[in-house]
């Protein structure tokens, strides 16, 4: 089976062959760090590390590479308002970035590189492209020449005529006069009074936003990447504008696939989730009352190029979901430990699984189409639950399907541990409540029953025995 993915630059799915076998080379746009994330962003990052995840569980060795953007007109605003030098705020938005995306169990990338490390590098890239005449410089600012490159907006399908209209309406009379074309975009940028700036050849200045990622991509990952992700709204200018310079600078292809995850919506009208529009959600705050797993499960279960609404009723819906989940790994867990070992073969189940991982397969191969791959999850659940309903079955088919619902829970980055000790005194008071019973001591058992229901556990006396389950 060939997993195929939708390329955004030729806007078809294509079958994904790596440029090196067994192996992928991967780079996604990070976060600005002058603020705390919204769940937008963390939508696109867990696309990406549900897409990695995939990648790996089908045997490849991924080199995945996120950067973080620390020098930027945002991150120097927030400074000046938060009274820090441009590192510290960037050093305090990192550290909140790993630390929240850490709680809903998002794999750190290969290499996370910062802006502020790759400084010489993005002046020796710039340069290159001077001297090859793809860039030049305008009052201390370095300029890509957007003709000079044929493919300008084959990306975005956009005709340069559109783009040329687009930057005029866009562009204050200075910054037009300081251009050759309305579309150029600056590599270099003039400091001014009081930011943070380096010596260059051209003058004290910083990077322009978008030949970071080249620079940073190509030193880690070579002139040539397999998959170049990120949100729907870098396709243009951002990805645009990668794709000229680094082109520009090496004459090879830059990324063989493009993909973009779509926008988290909010509110009736489908409004795009984002801080300037003041409608977000900070991912640290929707942790503070909601369940990990369930964050997880809500932005990272929607096929990534779909638009993801966030409402009651989809958060509702995720906290069903996972709670069904949480329930059969419970009781597989007690079956488990309380069914005899026994090491037979069973063939039936074996070929029951491999036609469920065929379908599996079948639906993530297709462009990573988590919703899919969902659907046969919960059709294995239903299996199980089925399963752990019948008076015998031997532990080798439980553990075979327990293992296979944990690995496959594991690309989506949903992990789950109860809690050893609770259980250990829930499982004593049933013992406790069935010796009752055995005694026709029906007083004391029913208080037991009562006590763990006031606790939120409910009992389920079955041919099987006592089951229980948590309910909210």
Known sequence: MTIEIYNSLTRKKEPFIPIEEGKVKMYVCGPTVYNYIHIGNARSTVAFDTI????????????????????????????QEENLTTKEVADKYIAAFHEDTSQINVKKATTHPRVIDHIQEIIDFVQSLIEQDYAYVSEGD??????????????????????????????????????????????????KDGEISWDSPWGKGRPGWHIECSVMSMKYLGNNLDIHGGGQDLAFPHHENEIAQSEGHSHEVFANYWMHNGFVTFGGDGEKMSKSLGNFILLRDLLKETDPMVVRYLLGTVHYRRPLRYDVDALNNAKTNIQKIKEVLRRLKIRIKKTSSQTIEDTEISSLLSDYEARFQDAMDDDFNAANGMTVIFELIKYINHQLEQENVSQTTLNLLQDKLVNWLDIFGLIFGLDEEIDTDIEALI???????????FQRADEIRDHLRESGILLDDTPQGTTWKRVE
């Open 52 to 79: 990695r995840r995939y990648l790996e569980y089908r045997g490849y060795q991924v080199n995945y590479v996120s950067n973080f953007t620390d020098v930027d007109d945002k991150i120097i605003k927030a400074a």
């Open 431 to 441: 013992e406790e409540r069935n010796q009752a019973r055995s005694n026709r001591d």
């Open 142 to 191: 370095v300029y890509f020449r957007t003709a000079a490159f044929d493919k300008y907006g084959e990306l975005s399908g956009q005709s340069i005529e559109e783009l040329r209209e687009g930057a005029s309406q866009r562009l204050d009379e200075e910054e037009l006069a300081r251009k050759e074309n309305p579309i150029d975009f600056a590599l270099w940028k003039t400091a």
